[in-house]
């Protein structure tokens, strides 16, 4: 039972990478017609009507006891997204792809400087590896035209982790799905102020591919939520690794965009370094894996 849990747990989060996949490709479909603040309103407005069946048959989700806390959390997740979206549509999708991967990286910084965290030698040894790996992906695009860009999805890795780190602390009094719930229904009219400013008309298509990623998004928080209900982090977490091959497939079958080599050296070291400090959090108990 418990190895069917855990394959299960596998399964779902392999159907999570490839709509991370799908969520890219829709991003950079929308590249120049669609704001990154317009998409950052879609992706939750549409992300709450796929969530609002499962709050209306469950109601209690609704009760928390972090109301401010949402409230910061909400702002963080759609600066995240509107940065991602912004790299997306500017540098090539497997490189933002591989940049995103760092989040990880950076929870264990501030884990240490604002959790009291104390890395171990392992965990060290993974935050230099992981770094190295994210300044081979850069260095490449220096002088490529593509610097801000890769920092908008510098800054999104960030604003991952500061979220990370935030529900490793909401977490402990609230559910998850609360967690989702609250966050969309929050990040809904947070997100509608700068998008007013920048709205267009989407066409019919254009309307369907926000609805989907919409979706998506949702269904992904929910999914990455079970898989790991149903098994441990260290076996779960790498598996959003195949969210990059996956990336690199659409954008070449779609926008002719061919991934350079330092871009997967450096994905291979963040991954690396990813699976190191899994490593030493199943060694050390204490720490939760990140």
């Known amino acids: 039972m418990h190895g069917s849990r855990a394959m299960m747990g596998v399964a779902i989060m392999t159907m999570v990478a490839i709509g991370g996949a799908v969520d890219s490709a829709i991003v950079r479909l929308l590249a120049g017609e669609i704001h990154p603040f317009m998409i950052g309103f ?36 759609l600066g995240s997204l509107i940065a991602g ?24 910084l501030g884990a240490w400087a604002l959790l009291s965290e104390r890395p171990g030698p392992l965990r060290l040894t993974g935050l230099l590896l ?8 850069l260095a490449p695009a220096l002088g490529l035209g593509e610097e801000r860009a890769l920092a ?14 935030m529900l490793k602390v909401m977490g ?19 997100a509608a ?20 990623q919409g979706v998506i998004g949702t269904f992904s928080q929910l999914g990455v939520t079970r898989a790991f209900q149903l098994a441990d982090a260290s076996l779960v977490a790498p598996v959003d690794f195949l969210r990059l091959p996956c990336v690199a497939a ?22 690396v370094a990813i699976i190191v400090m899994a490593a030493s959090a199943r060694a050390r108990p204490a720490l939760e894996v990140l």
């Open 250 to 271: 659409l954008a070449w079958l779609a926008f002719a965009q061919v991934p350079p080599l330092t871009t997967w050296i450096g994905a291979s070291l963040i991954f």
């Open 42 to 77: 879609t992706r939750v407005a549409f992300g709450l009507i796929a969530m609002l069946p499962l709050i209306v048959r469950r109601p209690q989700m609704l009760r928390t006891q972090a109301r401010g806390a949402h409230l910061l959390r909400a702002v963080l997740k």
């Open 172 to 190: 402990r009094s609230d559910s998850a799905e609360t967690l989702v719930a609250w966050n969309l229904i929050v990040s809904v009219p947070v």
């Open 130 to 137: 992981g770094f190295i790996g994210i300044v081979v992906i």
């Open 193 to 212: 102020v700068p998008a007013a400013f920048f709205w267009t008309s989407p066409s019919g298509e254009q309307w369907g591919l926000l609805a989907l």
């Open 85 to 108: 979206f912004a790299a997306m549509q500017a540098a090539p999708l497997a490189t933002v792809t591989a940049i995103g991967f760092a989040a990880p990286l950076f929870v264990t």
């Open 152 to 165: 908008f999805a510098l800054l999104a890795a960030a604003l991952t982790a500061a979220i990370q780190l």
